[in-house]
């Protein structure tokens, strides 16, 4: 029997029939998200904006139609297609489907999360540690403005890639697929991210190229059975056909604009103090993923010598587990300590912290994050816990954290 208390049953109390939850909803952090933007947004803010709803007043929402667009015919085996299809609404949709990057965030949780504050246009929000970007997306699709920055140079340029995709259109990305051997050759002989300046198109067209080029290079570094020029052409066309369909859906006017901070760490944030209104970000899940060694082989493209980003990546500094989750947690209260210091006063942050039972068991992680995040001077709102799927060797769930400043 459902208790009374979760929030699948909430909504299922408050909503009218003409306000239907998005399929595949299965996890209570979700409905519990569902019910915060919900109450947060105006119904017409709700039919532009909402993540986790299909229709409101029996119109369907933009969120709705725009995942509806994404052609999940060319993931993989069947399993990864009814994968895809499944949680349609959740992860590949917009140019989130694009380059694999592992320990992503889901797409349409930043966009609950962006709902439940609510963020406005007016506001700017942050993402220090941005990955493959998926706040600065999120935003950028609700037409706010953002800030991105990561350690990696890799991610940084990832970033800009996957929000400059906004700008392009289909025939221009029609014209990528017939250069391919052209492009793939200049990539491979130059070897750099300089690359790109060779290429007779717009950045913003020969950028994305050459994130294909990347996500091709790391494929085949872990897996030889395939040639880099095939692995290209293959990543190439999955980008285009992937991304055609949602261009063609966008409506330009309403993107945000997303600014992505050359260098830095979320240690020593290159932006004035008070001066973001919300933060949205996922350190490492402690010594979890070893993030340099997952991408070497495209941070060589970057970099003289990519082992120089362990003094910098939190988390992976230490000989032995002890010790990292020591400097780990040393790292956390100097992040946290920056991130109060460049959020404006009642600024919101929310940050998403992976866990694992082992780790919490042996050092009381969990237990010692809320400890650090209150003596960084803030206050812990909620807490919301998701599990994972796919990833429980490493990774259970995570933890939302909402904290005001
Ligand atoms: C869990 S991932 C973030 C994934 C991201 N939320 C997404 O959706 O793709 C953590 C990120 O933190 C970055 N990182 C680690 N230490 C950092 C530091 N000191 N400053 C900035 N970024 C850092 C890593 O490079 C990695 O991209």
Same mark, same amino acid.
């Given at each position: 029997?459902?208790?009374?208390?979760?929030?699948?049953?909430?909504?299922?109390?408050?909503?009218?029939?003409?306000?239907?939850?998005?399929?595949?909803?299965?996890?209570?952090?979700?409905?519990?998200?569902?019910?915060?933007?919900?109450?947060?947004?105006?119904?017409?803010?709700?039919?532009?904006?909402?993540?986790?709803?299909?229709?409101?007043?029996?119109?369907?929402?933009?969120?709705?139609?725009?995942?509806?667009?994404?052609?999940?015919?060319?993931?993989?085996?069947?399993?990864?297609?009814?994968?895809?299809?499944?949680?349609?609404?959740?992860?590949?949709?917009?140019?989130?489907?694009?380059?694999?990057?592992?320990?992503?965030?889901?797409?349409?949780?930043?966009?609950?999360?962006?709902?439940?504050?609510?963020?406005?246009?007016?506001?700017?929000?942050?993402?220090?540690?941005?990955?493959?970007?998926?706040?600065?997306?999120?935003?950028?699709?609700?037409?706010?403005?953002?800030?991105?920055?990561?350690?990696?140079?890799?991610?940084?340029? /990832?970033?800009?890639?996957?929000?400059?995709?906004?700008?392009?259109?289909?025939?221009?990305?029609?014209?990528?697929?017939?250069?391919?051997?052209?492009?793939?050759?200049?990539? $491979?002989?130059?070897?750099?991210?300089?690359?790109?300046?060779?290429?007779?198109?717009?950045?913003?067209?020969?950028?994305?190229?050459?994130?294909?080029?990347?996500?091709?290079?790391?494929?085949?570094?872990?897996?030889?059975?395939?040639?880099?020029?095939?692995?290209?052409?293959?990543?190439?066309?999955?980008?285009?056909?992937?991304?055609?369909?949602?261009?063609?859906?966008?409506?330009?006017?309403?993107?945000?604009?997303?600014?992505?901070?050359?260098?830095?760490?979320?240690?020593?944030?290159?932006?004035?103090?008070?001066?973001?209104?919300?933060?949205?970000? $996922?350190?490492?899940?402690?010594? /979890?993923?070893?993030?340099?060694?997952?991408?070497?082989?495209?941070?060589?493209?970057?970099?003289?010598?990519?082992?120089?980003?362990?003094?910098?990546?939190?988390?992976?500094?230490?000989?032995?587990?002890?010790?990292?989750?020591?400097?780990?947690?040393?790292?956390?209260?100097?992040?946290?300590?920056?991130?109060?210091?460049?959020?404006?006063?009642?600024?919101?942050?929310?940050?998403?912290?992976?866990?694992?039972?082992?780790?919490?068991?042996?050092?009381?992680?969990?237990?010692?994050?809320?400890?650090?995040?209150?003596?960084?001077?803030?206050?812990?709102?909620?807490?919301?816990?998701?599990?994972?799927?796919?990833?429980?060797?490493?990774?259970?769930?995570?933890?939302?954290?909402?904290?005001?400043?």
């Amino acid at each position: 029997m459902i208790p009374e208390t979760t929030y699948k049953h909430k909504l299922e109390q408050l909503l009218p029939v003409s306000d239907q939850l998005i399929p595949n909803i299965t996890q209570e952090s979700d409905f519990h998200l569902a019910y915060l933007e919900y109450n947060s947004l105006s119904q017409t803010e709700l039919l532009t904006r909402a993540g986790y709803f299909k229709t409101i007043g029996n119109t369907q929402t933009d969120h709705y139609k725009m995942c509806n667009t994404t052609n999940t015919n060319f993931f993989g085996s069947a399993k990864q297609q009814e994968y895809q299809r499944k949680y349609r609404y959740a992860i590949r949709y917009a140019s989130h489907g694009i380059f694999p990057y592992k320990g992503k965030f889901h797409p349409q949780l930043i966009r609950g999360i962006l709902n439940s504050i609510p963020v406005t246009k007016e506001m700017t929000v942050l993402d220090p540690m941005c990955g493959s970007g998926t706040t600065n997306i999120e935003a950028a699709l609700l037409g706010i403005d953002s800030i991105a920055l990561d350690v990696s140079p890799f991610c940084r340029f /990832m970033t800009q890639v996957k929000s400059e995709i906004f700008s392009i259109s289909a025939e221009e990305l029609k014209g990528l697929i017939i250069d391919t051997e052209n492009y793939c050759n200049v990539f $491979s002989s130059i070897r750099s991210v300089k690359a790109v300046d060779y290429l007779n198109q717009r950045p913003e067209v020969s950028n994305l190229a050459f994130l294909a080029y990347l996500d091709a290079v790391g494929y085949t570094s872990r897996n030889r059975s395939l040639s880099l020029i095939k692995a290209y052409k293959r990543v190439l066309k999955k980008y285009v056909t992937h991304i055609t369909p949602f261009l063609n859906f966008l409506n330009k006017q309403r993107i945000g604009s997303v600014k992505v901070l050359p260098e830095g760490s979320a240690k020593k944030i290159p932006l004035p103090s008070r001066s973001v209104d919300v933060i949205i970000t $996922s350190p490492p899940y402690t010594d /979890m993923i070893d993030y340099v060694k997952n991408d070497y082989e495209i941070l060589k493209l970057f970099v003289n010598d990519p082992n120089k980003l362990y003094t910098e990546v939190m988390g992976l500094r230490g000989s032995t587990e002890s010790d990292r989750i020591h400097n780990y947690l040393n790292d956390l209260k100097i992040v946290l300590a920056e991130y109060k210091r460049i959020l404006k006063t009642n600024g919101k942050l929310v940050m998403i912290i992976g866990f694992n039972s082992r780790q919490d068991k042996t050092y009381n992680l969990r237990c010692k994050t809320s400890e650090i995040m209150k003596e960084a001077g803030f206050q812990i709102e909620k807490k919301i816990h998701r599990q994972l799927e796919g990833t429980k060797h490493i990774l259970e769930g995570e933890t939302l954290y909402f904290l005001d400043s």
